[in-house]
């Protein structure tokens, strides 16, 4: 069972860091190049409706949507790292406790 909760926990770490990266490229493709992401989404995403994205706020939406993918990934990979911790104490808990009733007795 530690095995698959280990795997789980270092899936989560990359899943997270993943949407750490793409949160940021994100963030920077919009902020550099929104001409271009202004007219991929009115072309392609409004293409047949009457919608258009305005030029302005494409800057306000990459930011959102890197904001809000890093904080995703964030969260993510600090719980792929509590996984981790967790699967180490249950691993080591008796080695860990025969090291601190070992010290007990000689009075450190």
């Known amino acids: 069972m530690y095995v698959f909760v280990r795997f789980t926990g270092i899936a989560l770490l990359i899943f997270g860091l993943l949407f750490m ?3 940021f490229v994100g963030a920077v493709v919009g ?10 989404v ?6 047949n409706s009457g919608y258009v994205l305005p030029q302005e706020a494409v800057r ?18 600090a719980f792929g790292q ?21 010290l007990r007795r000689r009075d450190l």
């Not at 911790?85 to 406790?97: G, I, K, Q, S």
Request: charged fraction near 10%.
């Open 21 to 23: 990266l793409i949160g």
């Open 31 to 40: 902020f550099s190049m929104y001409g271009e992401v202004v007219g991929a």
């Open 42 to 47: 009115n072309n392609f995403l409004f293409g």
């Open 82 to 102: 509590l996984m981790l911790v967790f699967v180490d104490l249950a691993v080591n808990t008796r080695e860990t406790n025969v090291l601190l009733r070992s």
């Open 60 to 77: 306000l939406y990459a930011s959102a949507y890197g904001l809000v993918m890093f904080v995703l990934g964030m969260m993510t990979s």
